[in-house]
């Protein structure tokens, strides 16, 4: 298994039991946290994660003002997708900053998401 795969399948096991992934956003704008790409030109990510104790990690230096907010998967599926698409927005997956990343196509990601009940 690769380190994508490998990271995605954590990913996967730690969001099944909470059915929650974890953004970042502005305490006082209410921005979220999108970034440039590092492997795609002209494209954004917006990096999610599983737990609010990895999203808190990144809350320093540029991204100090921003808390972990959690996305109910059923939040996910019926506002998020349809407004990032429309954005053209992919997901970085657990993103560690650095070398350290999982870009993913948003339909790639949600077809992950949608099969989450079928891992152990």
Excluded: R
């Excluded at 808190?56 to 998020?80: G, K, M, R, T, V």
């Excluded at 350290?100 to 949600?110: P, R």
Aim: some cysteine; overall charge negative.
């Amino acid at each position: 298994m690769n380190d994508n795969n490998s990271t995605l399948n954590t990913f996967l096991v730690e969001v099944k039991p909470t059915q929650k992934l974890w953004a970042l956003q502005d305490k006082d704008s209410e921005d979220w946290v999108v970034l440039d790409s590092i492997a795609y030109e002209n494209t954004d990510v917006m990096p999610l994660w599983s737990s609010a104790e990895l999203a808190q990690q990144h809350c320093i230096e540029e991204w100090a003002n921003y808390i972990p907010c959690e996305i109910s998967l059923a939040d996910w599926f019926e506002f998020w997708l349809e407004d990032l698409n429309e954005d053209g927005v992919i997901v970085g997956v657990n993103w560690q900053g650095n070398d350290e990343y999982v870009e993913m196509e948003l339909a790639d990601f949600t077809q992950a998401l949608t099969a989450i009940e079928s891992l152990k």
